[in-house]
């Protein structure tokens, strides 16, 4: 085979080669990215759940399907050839879920999830069948509030009570104590209510007289939640130390002082009626007078 046929053979391979390359990764090597850790919301959040094609393509003409496995439809949302198909979409998402044309324009199909409920937890996968890319992206719920205290009298000892409802999932409860005398600690109660979602108390009992700075603790780890609320009881006395609000119930015996009313009646020799009626009718408006 002569130099020059051996060239032009060298020039086609070469040329057969770019053009195998550029094949692949306009047509075939698209990737769907996701993110790598569990995307955390709390009941009521607009969020997105990340999800963005690699290389940046125009993805608003292109067909993007968001669905649940676990759901029956499975459709989340939709996008169609720049349509919504709302008609194919679970009605548990009605109204909640959309894309950014922006955003589409350089390849993140990225979905918008409004007013985030309970139910929504889950792993939602994101596909463009055109390049047969998707990935996964799992969406955790939560819900917290801050834990309240409670005080109570009883004889020779203080009881105090943490409180806190609407958790999810389900949390921890500690007490951290400053250091003084052994106090008990009753186990956290934890009840779920109709709503899904939890409420937890826990007690400790210490005696009266001695100083106790305490922190009621709330946390759920899988969702990188803590709330807590301060309190300092110094003998009989106690004071809140955070801005959080703790309820106060002081159970004492109330010592009724029944005070008599005394009525100097003055008697007209004449009319004989006593002067003190307005008096009378003062303290006791439902009282009736007879003349």
Known sequence: MSPMKNKHLLVLHHVVAVLLFLTQTCGG??????????????????????????????????????????????????????????????????????????????????????????????????????????????????????????????????????????WYPEPQMLWVYSEGKPISVEPTKIVRGSDGLYAVSSKVTVEKG?????????????????????????????????NTAVHITINLTVCLISVGTAVILIWNVDKRKPVSSNFMVLFYPNLKLSS
């Open 210 to 242: 001695q100083s106790y700075s305490f922190t009621c603790k709330v946390q759920q780890k899988n969702i990188s939640q803590i709330k807590e609320t301060h309190i300092h009881v110094s003998g009989d006395l106690f004071m809140v130390q955070s």
């Open 29 to 166: 090597q698209h990737q769907m990215i996701g993110p790598t850790q569990p995307v955390v919301a709390m009941i009521g959040d607009d969020i997105m759940l990340p999800c963005h094609l690699e290389p940046a393509v125009d993805a608003v003409d292109l067909t993007v399907d968001w669905s649940r496995t676990d759901l029956k439809p499975r459709s989340v949302y939709v996008r169609r050839e720049g349509v919504e198909l709302l008609t194919e979409q679970n009605p548990l998402y009605t109204g909640r879920t959309s894309l950014s044309v922006n955003k589409l324009q350089c390849g993140d199909v990225s979905l918008k999830l409004s007013t985030v409920q309970l139910s929504d937890a889950g792993t939602y996968k994101c596909l463009v069948p055109k390049f047969n890319a998707e990935t996964v992206v799992t969406l955790a719920v939560g819900s917290v509030s801050s834990p309240v205290i409670e005080l109570t009298n009883v004889k020779n000892e203080m009881v105090l009570e943490c409180k806190s409802n609407g």
